[in-house]
């Protein structure tokens, strides 16, 4: 009986490897005895991020926008086990936050840009490369199931890599195909704010949560490592939210 598949030895590509959520799950990849590609938009943080990882671990520069330079990516990567992408793009969704009225739907196409329309292109051109005993998870946000004003867009993006997921874990058939959906997390994004304001707002965001804070990069890994590892598991959309969707 097929049980769990160990990461050693296995070859993992993260895309948005070089901070945040993607930072998280090439180090948790890396402890685990898999050697670990990352990819990101900018060069200079790519190589930051890949001397930081240490031994077992390279990358290259990707822009997720570019179709031309998500097949150069992959070139240059050769065969691996296991995509996962966490590439996303803040500047759309904060300007995307409008009432339908107000709406500016160049804007509201770059909100799909890198998370959506990048996602694809990247296991588009994963084809050939991961082996058919792998996996491809992908990202949504929470916003998926608590819509809030003025993020229609936003919301019905997030949705629709949760059925992205499910149609290409049948298209896709035997490659298993997952996503990860989180909830509040403490990325460096949250480092740009000053720490009073930061502080009130994350207190603001997770008071009512069961628990009552804000998500380490680490702790999300471990859902990424669990679908990367679960031979049996395909088509899903795992929440780690500390509870932020039931409130």
Known sequence: MPTS???RGQRVVVIGGSSG???GVAQAALVEGASVSIGSSSAAKVAAAAERLGAGASGHPIDARDEASVAAFFARVGAFDHLVYTAGDWAPLRSGNHAIAQLDFAGANGVFAVRFWGALAAIKHAQG???STGSITITNGAVAHRPRKGAAVASAMAGSIEHLTRALAVDLA????NAVCPGIVLTEVWDDMPADRRD???K???ERQ???RGGTPAELAEAYLYLMKG???TGQTLIVDGGYTLI
Not at 174 to 177: A, C, E, F, K, T
């Open 5 to 7: 598949t160990p990461l």
């Open 200 to 202: 009130a707002q994350l």
């Open 21 to 23: 959520i993607g930072f």
């Open 210 to 212: 069961p628990l009552a």
């Open 204 to 206: 603001r965001m997770t």
């Open 129 to 131: 490369k991961i082996a």
């Open 174 to 177: 035997p490659l298993r195909i």
């Open 231 to 233: 031979s049996f598991t």
